[in-house]
């Protein structure tokens, strides 16, 4: 079975500050990691996917998300949050195979607040 | 493209009564994905299609939930009786292969309300 856990439902940060959004996943075989972003009354949208072929992975809007096994996490960060980075994140795994294959299961979700 | 297409956005129902959520996958995809939110249970994968094939529907909470996809470019959600713990936001979302890698594209929703 796969599953993610996010560490913090919610996380606040000043305007210009580090943003730090922990996901550790669990997968009996090689796992696949992605970060979604939703926006208020919107769909999800993704941000970066891991798929083995380079451990630091950079998406969209200055985000990036490190894939460490021997920690089996999969932490998403900015360098410098922006007013408009308010959203809920959220965390997935798919898996190479087993009884899970084809299966994007997604962690709890983290609201990120940014403040002035 | 214009995406996944949901409709309706919102719908407000009375308790008992069937709902219908439908959804037209991006042109191409041949997964798809109906997924549940709500504040207590986060995102819960109720069942997915492959090529218009149901793959797993173990997540779909009973009886009166049923998926259809009677083809490449339309699927349904049915509700029927509806119940007020039925009060979600219903996703659809596609994807373009099977394969684990493969991006899931997330329509708008439908905002179902059940009195």
């Known amino acids: 079975a796969q599953s993610v856990t996010q560490l913090g439902s919610h996380v606040s940060v000043s305007e210009g500050a580090l943003v730090l959004l922990r996901c550790n996943y669990s997968?009996?075989?090689?796992?696949?990691l992605f970060w979604y972003v939703q926006y208020p009354n919107q769909g999800l949208q993704l941000l970066l996917k891991y798929t083995s072929a380079a451990t630091l992975v950079k998406g969209i809007n200055g985000f990036e998300a490190e894939f460490k096994k021997s920690e089996t996490s999969f932490h998403l960060t900015k360098p410098s949050a922006h007013m408009s980075d308010a959203a809920e994140y959220f965390c997935a795994v798919n898996s190479a195979g087993g009884t899970s294959y084809g299966k994007l299961t997604f962690g709890q979700g983290t609201i990120l607040t940014v403040h002035p | 493209d214009a995406g996944v297409i949901q409709s309706p956005r919102h719908e407000v129902t009375e308790m008992g009564q069937e709902v219908t959520l439908r959804c037209k996958p991006i042109s191409g995809h041949n997964s798809l994905f109906w997924y549940r939110q709500t504040m207590m249970r986060g995102l819960e994968l109720l069942i997915y299609f492959n090529n218009n094939v149901p793959i797993d529907d173990s997540g779909m909470p009973e009886d009166r939930f049923s998926a259809k996809m009677p083809n490449a470019s339309f699927s349904t959600l049915k509700i029927q009786p509806s119940e007020p713990r039925d009060s979600a936001v219903y996703f659809c979302?596609?994807?373009?292969?099977?394969?684990?890698?493969?991006?899931?594209?997330f329509g708008q929703g439908t905002r179902l309300t059940v009195v």
């Open positions: 997968s009996s075989v090689p796992p696949y």
């Open positions: 979302a596609s994807s373009s292969s099977r394969g684990p890698n493969a991006e899931a594209f």
